[in-house]
């Protein structure tokens, strides 16, 4: 009996062995078959699949340390101003970019700036080409696309109002290439500053200081520094009244915050209004650090201006955002301050000198104009 069931036992034993390593098999051969694709073409899809991945995780910049100073870009922007039209033209930005790919992004040094700019424009009315001179330079690519998106919407072609000559009051529509970004302070304004970019606030809680403040006298208008279009618009309990403005190419965001109790902006304004380059478009105060809309909670009247630099959407809002030290701009931008005068009824300032830019004529002729109430 007992020898019965032990040959039974050894049956069903053996049964479930092979049983066992039946699935085993084909679990592997599922695995493999997972793995590694039946198929050269599967191959290549999920290579590209990968690599298409990559690049989604890799595809734009995250971090710009902008250290250019104001010499440097005068420099530059000279340069680049008288040469236009010219078979010695270079941009800016491409001079800046050279200039860094050789410092680190370092500009501390006046004349090693001035010798590499010199450097450049030497060869240039030699008759070489930039792309062979930074052909080798292995992160020109980066500081290029850098500094095309912190200086990309400054300097171009415009039209702008001047004084006609002899003819009092009279103005003429004049067509130029050059600065068509202006300084934040309208002309004739006072202020004061300094560089206090990254200092420390704790209202709310403990941050850095991601602007640039400007201290002067309530109600001293705010100009627009670049055209573009209000994408932000009211109270934030640590700005205050405030404005946000992105430009065209949605690159740059600026913020201009702790606007005037009561009369903060231009009343015409509303999230979507097209603002150009030069306009008014607020007025200095001390609002903010409230929950409590139109409240001066902020000591010194002043104003915060801020310039945030956005390559993925996913930058604009959150722990990725990129701000800049822009005290160097703002030094920089001094040499072209829009002139202001008070309207007596409404107790508005307007630009005396009207403006056209290219960029927004083309912006408002693809702009969906239901984003307007």
Not at 152 to 179: C, H, Q, R, S, T
Not at 262 to 267: A, S, V
Request: proline fraction near 3%; charged fraction near 30%; charge should be negative.
């Amino acid at each position: 009996m007992k020898k019965i069931l032990f040959v039974n036992l050894m049956i069903l034993l053996i049964f479930a062995g092979a049983s066992y390593w039946t699935e085993v098999g084909r679990g592997m051969q599922k695995t493999a078959a997972q793995a590694v694709p039946e198929t050269q073409e599967e191959r290549s899809e999920n290579t590209d699949e990968e690599e298409d991945t990559e690049e989604k995780e890799e595809d734009y910049i995250r971090w710009v340390d902008f250290q250019v100073s104001e010499f440097a870009m005068s420099e530059a922007y000279e340069y680049d101003r008288d040469t236009y039209g010219t078979d010695a033209h270079v941009g800016w930005v491409d001079l800046l970019a050279w200039t860094a790919a050789h410092t680190g992004g370092n500009f501390d040094d006046d004349r090693k700036v001035l010798s590499l700019l010199t450097e450049l424009e030497d060869k240039i009315s030699r008759g070489e080409s930039l792309e062979q001179m930074t052909s080798g330079l292995e992160y020109f690519p980066y500081y290029k696309e850098a500094y095309e998106a912190v200086l990309g919407g400054m300097v171009g072609e415009f039209e702008i109002e001047e004084p006609a000559e002899g003819k009092d009051g009279k103005k003429n529509w004049v067509k130029k290439y050059g600065l068509k970004a202006f300084h934040p302070i309208a002309k004739g304004f006072p202020y004061s500053d300094y560089d206090d970019f990254g200092v420390s606030r704790t209202y709310g809680y403990k941050r850095n200081h991601l602007g640039h403040d400007m201290m002067g006298q309530t109600g001293t208008p705010i100009i627009n520094v670049e055209s573009g279009y209000v994408e932000a618009l009211g109270w934030n309990q640590y700005g205050g009244w405030r404005i946000g403005i992105r430009s065209f190419d949605k690159k740059r965001y600026y913020y201009y915050a702790h606007l005037r109790q009561g009369f903060p902006y231009q009343p015409e304004l509303k999230e979507g209004s097209v603002v150009l380059a030069g306009d008014v478009i607020g007025y200095m105060g001390h609002t903010g650090y409230s929950t409590e809309e139109d409240t001066n909670n902020i000591d010194t009247t002043h104003l915060h201006f801020g310039m945030q630099l956005i390559f993925d959407e996913s930058q604009k809002e959150g722990n990725n955002e990129i701000w800049i030290d822009c005290y160097q701009i703002v030094r920089f931008l001094y040499r072209n301050r829009s002139e202001t005068e008070r309207n007596a009824e409404t107790k508005e300032w307007r630009r005396i000198y009207l403006f056209k830019d290219p960029d927004a004529a083309a912006y408002e002729r693809t702009v969906d104009f239901s984003m307007y109430p």
